[in-house]
């Protein structure tokens, strides 16, 4: 992007006009002048990043799981609905039960470990299609009613204010009571739920950048204004939205975890966290490891993913950063 | 002032209309006929299902049912359940002051908790015990409520038994008639010996559960406008007049700090009636939250439609409130908008 004509003639006026902006949250700008050239803004981005050690250990334990959910049938025992009717609520290894299955079993025999380990498949694949698909519209929403104002951003925000308006669960549970209880309606809903935050920052970012002189100046030079929209603003948008989306991974999956423990979920026998955790309901007295281990599968993984965001919204964005 | 209040307040109304659109329309986008699905396998005989899509208004162009409904919301009329045959509102009535209980239980737990953990991890920055609350904050923002209150019942319940597993009220021992609905009230008025400490221990397990997740938000609001405050020049005058700490933080920084955390209070009821959805549903509190729960597995779709909007009016009335209120106390906003 660095050779870009556009972006490299608007950046002529920009460290005047936008002293605050930082160098990582404007990559043109970055490469071309504020950085001195021997470090990457990469290598920027790492030692800002780095600095914070509970990012780092959320960095870690969010690369195990994603590990995990992706050599999910090298790594598990079992298969995650194999019911094994012979060893039906057995302990794991340290309450006494066998190596074989070292998280022990459920009501129908089925290896919790094995279990827990898709089940980071299907949360991890939840949160990341909520991610990206909230992401793309909220961007195509976000800088539409930016650029075009008028009808469409009245439009836009004000069904985005509804949404708001709804207690998230809520209005969840009123799409998949639609849709039907289901895996991708799961997603459905939760996009649905989280969409406003991502148009909301998005218009609110490239509103932000459009009175700049780079803007302008792009606009005297002739650029177009798709062009405008996702090559020349949208770029400089990014930092609050990486932080968002970072942050927006663990929503969806607490969310789409409630669903399912709900029943309005994924369904049996998927091995979906919140819907193994309804399942354990009933045998809190006799077998406490099936209610324990899969809740807290879900909040190592919200907890890293949390710590990461917060070492992202450091390093990307220093006005964001919490005192 | 008074013109941004009636700004506010017609701001409010196309968010009305729009729930009322989509809760419609929602219902009417669940597959199969309403009245063929309650018939079931049995069928129906066709002039007396054409008669009871009449009844209903099925027949009518949408746009009619639509008005129709919309009239009927603007009356109090919110559809009538179609296990129960009892007007919504009237079952919602009854369920809502459960709910109620329980969030402003939950509220204050987080309210009582986390004001004070935030202000002493402000005044002790970097100390120990700043970075433990700041631990348990993103813990408890982290956390699957439903896993919690499983583990809460789990080790409080049936491992040292000390409250009891579900509901609000002992039953076998303790029996009167609802009078407020809050059974904190009705129980202290019904004169029977025990009967408050049960509503409470009843009570004590599900306001933690709902009450995590605010608390650790109160908890990191407090925290960072506690910061902000005390850095101001007006503390550091309050300091060297000599004024004692506890002065200082507790009458000069708190006042201020507090501005912000009243509106994030404030907004946290969308929070606490989505949280009750799964509190109540761990809990078998009977609240709103389980009720619509139960009006899904049931196909109660009147329930549901009528349920949704009256939770969600209620959250969109109760944030109005709130917006108009923090501008009517904070005189910066008064003045420049």
Redesign the interface.
Known sequence: MADDPVLNAASVPSPASSPATSPASSPADALIETVPPEISPLRAFWSAFSENRGAVLGLAVVVFITLLAIFAPLLALHSPIEQFREHVLLPPVWAGGIWSFPFGTDAVGRDVLSRLIYGARISLGIGLSVMLVSVAVGIVLGLASAFLRGIVEVVVMRVMDLVVAIPSLVLAILVVAVLGPSLTNTIVAVTVVYLPRYVRLVRAAAMAELSKEYVVAAQVAGVGKLRLMFVTVLPNCLAPLIVQAALGISDAILEAAALGFLGLGAQPPTPEWGAMLADSREFIRSAPWIVTLPGLAILVTVVAINLMGDGLRDALDPKLRRS | MFRFFLRRVALTL??FV??MF??FV??R???GDPIEARTGERGIAPERLAMLRHELGLDQPVWQQFLHYANGILHGDFGVSIVTKTPILHEFAILFPATLELAFCGLIFAIVLGIPAGVIAAVKRGSIFDHSVMTVA??G????I???G??L??FMS?YLGLTPVSGRMDLINYYFEPVTGFMLIDSLLSDQEGAFGAAVSHLILPSIVLGTIPLAVIARMTR?SM??VLSEDYVRTARAKGLSPLRVVGLHALRNALIPVVTVIGLQT??L???A??TE?IFAWPGVGKW??ES??RRD?PA?QGG?ML??GI??LV?LIVDLLYVAINPRIRHGG
């Open positions: 196309p968010t729009a729930l989509v809760t929602a219902v986008l669940v597959p993103l813990a923002y982290s956390m699957p439903f896993w919690w499983l583990l019942i789990m049936e960072s910061l902000e969308g929070t009636l989505a949280g959805v799964l549903t619509l729960i899904i597995s779709y549901l949704i939770i969600s959250v969109i944030n």
